[in-house]
């Protein structure tokens, strides 16, 4: 029979400073006892910039190659905050399809995530207009906690104690899209359908649905408007989502803002420096509890075209 676990009685058994007092909430919204799921998926907010951090159903969507990085501070100045490293590389692949790469490293408090994967995607054309899109990607992925750095009042907690970790895992996805040529699409997907097991009945994790949706407005011959939102989903855990909005100016410069429901909001700003890089910054104050002890998160992205 499992024991159940009252994290109230835990908590308290933490020294109260600033930093482990945010660790232990990581702690607590990352794992859980007995019934609870716990969130290891990476948060972005640039995911209309690199939709195939979500979907490989994107790879080889448009005529021109690119490589992106992206990095995300969440948090900042709490430790223990979560901090996620994300590489992705998109190729077009023949004439209707793509192929491209993943690789990835959160930080999250005692809980951290390295993965790797690899994407293929098959473009079919339904008219001079449509285009449905399919994905599949497959790769390693590893999931570990070490509570070595916690600091308890009292020793010997077995919940808090010592290190786990699932090993070097197989780990395999999909996406479909439909989209009219570049402006309206619908995208789903799920980028892990495998769930981390750490080999303990007290902790669990889902794998999460996405749905993406946006679309191009042209509202004259300087100025388009790209508004989206981003849907996640899993069994037993609140529908949670992201609306985002930019201008892009001359092709070269944009500026929007995004909300996540019950989280941040947050501005961006973007710019196409040389014909090859493009830059984009998102700053993010928390609406949640969170904003008690930080201000900020911040997110860069750095897009290089391989374009002659």
């Given at each position: 029979?499992?024991?159940?676990?009252?994290?109230?009685?835990?908590?308290?058994?933490?020294?109260?400073?600033?930093?482990?007092?945010?660790?232990v909430?990581?702690?607590?919204?990352?794992?859980?006892?007995?019934?609870s799921?716990?969130?290891?998926?990476?948060?972005?907010?640039?995911?209309r910039?690199?939709?195939?951090?979500?979907?490989?159903?994107?790879?080889?969507?448009?005529?021109?190659?690119?490589?992106?990085?992206?990095n995300?501070?969440?948090?900042?100045?709490?430790?223990?905050?979560?901090?996620?490293?994300?590489?992705?590389g998109?190729?077009?692949?023949?004439?209707?399809?793509?192929?491209?790469?993943?690789?990835?490293?959160?930080?999250a408090?005692?809980?951290?995530v390295?993965?790797i994967?690899?994407?293929?995607?098959?473009?079919?054309?339904?008219?001079?207009?449509?285009?449905?899109?399919?994905?599949?990607?497959?790769?390693f992925?590893?999931?570990?906690?070490?509570?070595?750095?916690?600091?308890?009042?009292?020793?010997?907690?077995?919940?808090?104690?010592?290190?786990?970790?699932?090993?070097l895992?197989?780990?395999?996805?999909?996406?479909?899209?439909i989209?009219?040529g570049?402006?309206?699409?619908?995208?789903?997907?799920?980028?892990?359908?495998?769930?981390?097991?750490?080999?303990?009945?007290?902790?669990?994790?889902?794998?999460?649905?996405?749905?993406?949706?946006?679309?191009?407005?042209?509202?004259?011959?300087?100025?388009?408007?790209?508004?989206?939102?981003?849907?996640?989903?899993?069994?037993?855990?609140?529908?949670?989502?992201?609306?985002n909005?930019?201008?892009?100016?001359?092709n070269?410069?944009?500026?929007?803002?995004?909300?996540?429901?019950?989280?941040?909001?947050?501005?961006?700003l973007?710019?196409?420096?040389?014909?090859?890089?493009y830059?984009?910054?998102?700053?993010?104050?928390?609406?949640?509890?969170?904003?008690?002890?930080?201000l900020?998160?911040?997110?860069?992205?750095?897009?290089?075209?391989?374009?002659?």
């Amino acid at each position: 029979m499992k024991a159940s676990i009252d994290f109230n009685q835990r908590v308290d058994q933490f020294k109260w400073t600033k930093s482990l007092l945010t660790l232990v909430s990581l702690v607590l919204l990352t794992l859980s006892a007995q019934t609870s799921m716990a969130q290891v998926e990476s948060m972005y907010s640039s995911y209309r910039l690199n939709p195939q951090i979500l979907s490989p159903t994107h790879v080889g969507s448009d005529s021109v190659s690119d490589i992106t990085v992206i990095n995300r501070q969440q948090w900042v100045g709490v430790e223990g905050a979560p901090v996620t490293y994300a590489i992705s590389g998109d190729f077009k692949f023949k004439q209707q399809s793509g192929i491209g790469f993943n690789a990835m490293y959160d930080q999250a408090g005692p809980v951290k995530v390295t993965a790797i994967s690899g994407d293929y995607a098959y473009h079919i054309k339904l008219n001079e207009q449509w285009r449905l899109s399919g994905g599949i990607r497959a790769g390693f992925s590893n999931l570990s906690l070490d509570f070595a750095g916690l600091a308890l009042v009292h020793d010997g907690d077995a919940l808090f104690s010592g290190s786990r970790s699932t090993g070097l895992m197989f780990n395999t996805g999909w996406g479909l899209k439909i989209n009219k040529g570049d402006g309206f699409f619908l995208s789903l997907s799920q980028p892990r359908l495998f769930k981390y097991d750490l080999g303990s009945g007290s902790y669990k994790d889902v794998a999460y649905f996405y749905t993406m949706v946006g679309t191009k407005l042209k509202l004259n011959d300087q100025i388009n408007l790209y508004p989206s939102a981003l849907f996640r989903s899993a069994k037993d855990v609140p529908l949670s989502w992201d609306a985002n909005v930019y201008a892009q100016f001359h092709n070269r410069f944009d500026v929007g803002f995004n909300y996540r429901h019950q989280d941040s909001w947050g501005a961006r700003l973007g710019v196409q420096a040389t014909k090859k890089i493009y830059v984009g910054y998102v700053y993010e104050m928390p609406t949640s509890a969170m904003s008690k002890m930080s201000l900020q998160s911040h997110e860069i992205a750095l897009r290089y075209s391989l374009v002659k």
